[in-house]
């Protein structure tokens, strides 16, 4: 049994696994379906909503700005939103981010609907992430944009422009606003803005000045807002744009966390055997779930079907060239993979990882390091070698992909100590029980 205090003592495997792992909804899906929800028309019912930190945040934050919200007891699984009809409680008010990046970019944008001082805010990490792009883009709106420190970054005062007259006949009339935004950023900006879009009089165009990566996640958008009565979404490889509209409420079921089901996936091609995670099928939304084409392409069996997803191995992990800049938040699953195939694996495509939670390159490599594992920083992703040392004690700077990839390595590698467990709860705060079930019975 680990320990769950502040470090996690993983305990190594010697034998294939064969298990079946229940992964939370997407909090990718959820946080942008809430957000329509709350905006919309009437009330939605949302099912599988991840209890995890940033799901918590976004609920506080659109119950804050005047959706009612009522969520199952006891657990968080499903949640029933009466949607302000994009009429926000007005002014002043601050609105707690935590240390959710989505939250703290989809509020932003949100709050140009409402009208009065609303200050977003987060803890010191968020504080430290990067929100450049939206404020300048939401400045260009005519959106009052007011750093309480540095430009770009939390916290900000937004005061909003109110959202538009549906009433108005004239609206779709309206000359569509146009904001530029590099394509090679976090896709949350981009998101940001498609979620307000049709609410803006005219509607949005986007103008991408760069390539357009993180591509899965502005589909995942144009889906959910479909979902939610908003089609009239078209993504390009350099425009975006959204037509006015308004969100109707619907009953909403969030799929699987992709991400999170790439742990399990991953333990089954570090220590063999075969690992099923339920109702993650050939139909998913999210552009993570094609990781298990990479796992393939490394040496594994996949089974995709209606009803799940099975990744197996039981043959040897051979190495891999990937861009991996549509799957950039499971590079340190890959990463944690790699020392454990027959040649060497290079990850191209992600330098913009650089800014996440963590430095999602400088400190990933700087960790495995300790194991002994021969791990190299490029300019836009990382280079491992095949093989490892030995188990060590591994800081997750304040990164709940970081603990989770270094979890997994723990079942194969003896002796591997994870920091601050806790830092899991941010998406998955079941983490450590569901890799005990994994690990099964001695």
């Given amino acids: 049994m680990g320990s769950f205090s502040d470090v996690y003592h993983v305990q190594h495997v010697d034998r294939p696994l064969d298990a079946v792992v229940r992964v939370p909804g997407s909090k990718s899906i959820a946080n942008r379906a809430l957000v329509c ?32 919200v009522t969520v199952s007891a006891p657990e968080l699984t499903e ?3 009466l949607g302000t009809g994009a009429v926000l409680r007005d002014g002043p008010m601050t609105l707690p981010a935590q240390l959710a990046g989505t939250t ?5 944008a949100v709050c140009a609907l409402g009208s009065g001082r609303y200050e977003i805010d987060g803890l010191a990490p968020l504080r430290a992430r990067p929100m450049g792009p939206l404020h300048d883009a939401l400045a260009s709106l005519g959106v009052s944009v007011q750093p ?16 538009p007259d549906a009433a108005d006949p004239d609206r779709n009339a309206t000359a569509t606003n146009t904001v530029q935004m590099p394509g090679d950023i976090s896709s949350q900006y981009i998101t940001a803005l498609m979620l307000i879009a049709p609410y803006l009089a005219g509607g949005l165009r986007i103008e991408l000045t760069t390539p357009l990566v993180s591509r899965p996640y502005v589909a995942i958008t144009a889906a959910v807002m479909q979902s939610f009565g908003v089609p009239d979404v078209i993504v390009s490889d350099t425009v975006i744009t959204v037509a006015s509209g308004r969100y109707s409420a619907c009953s909403y079921d969030i799929e699987p966390d992709a991400s999170s089901a790439s742990y399990p996936f991953a333990a089954a091609a570090i220590c063999g055997g075969s690992v ?6 050939n139909d998913a939304l999210q552009g993570d779930a094609a990781f298990v084409d990479v796992l393939a392409a490394m040496g594994c069996a996949v089974e995709r ?29 890959l990463a944690a993979i790699a020392p454990f195939a027959s040649s060497p694996t290079e990850i191209t495509g992600v330098g913009f990882i650089r800014a996440k939670e963590s430095d999602r390159l400088g400190d990933l490599v700087a960790e495995l390091r300790k194991c002994g ?3 190299v920083e490029l300019d836009d992703g990382l280079r491992v070698q095949p093989g490892f040392v030995g188990g060590a004690a591994l800081d997750t700077h304040h990164d709940h992909r970081l603990a989770m990839s270094f979890a997994v390595m723990g079942l194969r590698i003896p002796g591997m100590r994870v920091h601050d467990p806790a830092v899991v709860s941010k998406s998955w705060p079941d983490f450590w029980l569901a890799l005990e079930s994994m690990r099964g019975g001695e």
């Fill in 37 to 68: 929800a709350a905006l919309a028309d009437g009330e939605s019912v949302l099912r599988n909503v991840p209890g995890g930190d940033d799901t918590a945040a976004m609920l506080e934050c659109v119950s804050l700005l005047g959706a009612s």
């Fill in 79 to 81: 949640v029933t939103v």
């Fill in 104 to 108: 703290s970019r989809f509020i932003t």
């Fill in 148 to 163: 309480g420190g540095e430009w770009g970054h939390l916290p900000v005062v937004i005061e909003g422009l109110g959202a």
């Fill in 276 to 281: 099923r995670v339920p109702d993650l099928g």
């Fill in 305 to 333: 079907g209606a009803g799940g997803t099975v990744v197996s191995r039981h043959a040897e992990l051979t190495g891999i060239t990937i861009d991996m800049a549509d799957l950039s938040d499971l590079v340190p699953t």
């Fill in 373 to 375: 594992i021969d791990a």
